[in-house]
């Protein structure tokens, strides 16, 4: 393989990883807070899309994507407030139903409001055809979008987590909710704040990915999925190894095409990574072994 | 300090508390001594909010708490300690004890977090050699004590314990007691519940003997240990089945 074929598939790679890794941090501010996986979050990643694209008939591009961002939060808030909020102490498992059922529900109603139909929203930059040559490689402008936007969700995030008072309160929520409550920490509103940051964060990868992967109303099954395994891959919980597992998943399904698999087995791919990760190491390949023993779930 | 009138509290229809009254002054150790399921725990839970309760009145500091949310009743000054320790098993020991801070540091322009934490720290010094530690890998006395540091980061004028020996070696009970006596030094007031009746009424001021979800007796301390019936019932004096778990110290 010539350098420059090899840079391209790692640029290819690059590219769909730190997409996996964006989704793999929106399972992870939602499980870091209430220790559940929010089945629904590849939704927000496709209602970022799609709001992003219809508001762009009216506004324009920047605009439509701040405005698709705020309407999937909201979404995010009201999923959180109208089905989970009043539960009583809820378990982890009903939890979980309660989110793969969201997900059909949003998934439905896209299809009505949408129809079946493939769109997707314009270049932030250039057109279809531009590029820019890097390392031998020539890749679409709108892929720099992505891996500067999503390195910038991803820095932010974990300096949220790590420095504001916030962030702290979010994690100790996750960890011991009834201590939480006595410490005068208000557990339901961090709930809501949770599944509005990670509804944000998806909107925001949905938009940016939009022009390269088109939106459908059904694309959130399948990032869901790898957003997962990703999760997994790098240790629930947390970011950091989300993104160095996001990358290196998305560079072995890029590379996997090169060696002659069959696009099709792309998604066997990922699903393969997840059993032998959840056989082998259910902490994850960066996670904390101790930290992982002490946690519910 | 702490007043409570009448109060009636429990899960749905089971009513576990019937017409409580009690009053915790300034200063004071008051301890609630009673057997497994007397309702210790649930009165503790009711003036922190966690439980709403379905009659009588709590007032703290003359302010009413019957219908206050568990955050408010910990910024106007209660902090409670439950059983079991629940610490924030996935965070740093320093990260936990910040955290029972938040509620003072948000609202109170000269609190600060360094001095505050260097107080508990002079209190608990094992905290300090354990501080970058996750707290879930502590052993169950230094769990409990960084319990205690944390629920006084938010500067309580109220601290209530729930049954902070359980589970612990009696040398490190002695430990926990010891500093209990210390905070009543430093001017705090604690309302403490205990199975181990003994220990407590032993540093206790007052105390009161809650059977049955009513209050059955009530005095001094040195008064209740010397009590016929507390000794009969609670510490082991005469050869009863419940007692047999409250000989530890």
């Known amino acids: 393989m010539s350098l420059d074929l090899f840079s391209q598939y790692i640029f290819a790679g690059i590219t769909y990883g730190i997409i996996y890794a964006i ?65 009583e102490s809820p378990s982890v498992l009903r939890m979980i139903i309660i989110t793969i059922g969201l997900s059909i529900i949003i998934r439905e109603i896209a299809l009505h409001v949408w129809g079946d139909t493939v769109r997707a929203l314009p270049y932030f930059t250039g057109n279809v055809v531009s590029s820019v040559t890097l390392l031998g490689a020539s890749i679409s402008p709108q892929v720099l979008w992505v891996l500067a936007v999503c390195s910038c969700i991803v820095v932010l995030l974990s300096l949220f987590f790590k420095f504001t008072p916030l962030g702290k309160e979010m994690q100790a929520c996750a960890a011991n909710r009834l201590a939480a409550t006595l410490c005068g920490i208000n557990a339901k509103n961090m709930v809501t704040f949770s599944f509005m940051l990670s509804a944000a964060i998806g909107a925001v990868a949905g938009c940016v990915v939009s022009p390269i992967t088109s939106s459908q109303y059904d694309m959130g099954t399948g990032l869901a999925i790898k957003g997962f395994t990703v999760a997994v891959l790098g240790g629930l919980g947390n970011s950091m190894a989300a993104v160095a597992a996001g990358l290196l998943l998305g560079i072995l399904e890029a590379f996997s095409i090169a060696v002659g698999f069959p696009l099709a087995f792309q998604d066997a791919i990922s699903i393969s990574i997840l059993l032998i990760i959840l056989f082998v190491r259910p902490h994850g390949l960066f996670g904390n072994k101790e930290a992982a023993s002490l946690k519910e779930f | 300090m702490l007043k409570i009138r009448n109060i009636e509290s429990g899960y749905g229809k089971l009513r576990v508390l019937k017409k409580i009254s009690l009053h915790v002054d300034g200063g004071e150790i008051v301890t609630l001594i009673g057997a497994n399921g007397a309702g210790k725990t649930t009165l503790l839970y009711t003036i922190a909010g966690m439980i709403r309760a379905t009659g009588g009145d709590i007032v703290l500091l003359d302010r009413n708490l019957k219908s206050s949310t568990p955050q408010q009743i910990v910024k106007m000054g209660c902090s409670l300690v439950p059983e079991g320790r629940q610490v924030f098993a996935t965070m740093s020991v320093e990260d936990n004890l910040i955290l029972g801070g938040y509620v003072r540091y948000k609202r109170d322009k000269e609190y600060s977090q360094v001095s505050e934490l260097s107080a508990i720290y002079d209190l608990f010094p094992v905290l300090k050699d354990r501080k970058n530690q996750l707290a879930g890998t502590l052993s169950g006395g230094e769990q409990q004590m960084l319990a205690m540091g944390r629920a006084l980061m938010a500067g309580p004028k109220l601290i209530m314990m729930d049954e902070p020996s359980t589970g612990l070696a009696p040398l490190i009970v002695k430990d926990i007691f010891k500093i209990i006596l210390r905070l009543r030094e430093a001017g705090n007031t604690v309302l403490l519940v205990e199975q181990n009746a003994k220990a407590a009424l032993s540093i206790a001021d007052r105390g009161y003997v809650l059977e049955t979800g009513k209050i059955i007796l009530q005095g001094p301390a040195d008064d209740l240990l010397n009590n016929s019936d507390v000794q009969r019932a609670y510490l082991g004096r005469d050869v009863d089945v419940e007692t047999a778990t409250c000989d530890i110290v």
């Open chain 1, 23 to 87: 989704v793999a941090i929106g399972f992870n501010i939602i499980y870091n807070t209430t220790g559940i996986i929010n089945f629904a979050q590849g939704e927000f990643v496709m209602l970022g899309g799609m709001t992003a694209i219809s508001f762009n008939h009216f506004i324009p591009l920047p605009m439509a994507i701040i405005a698709a961002v705020l309407f999937t939060m909201l979404i995010g808030a009201l999923i959180e407030i109208v089905f989970i909020r009043w539960l």
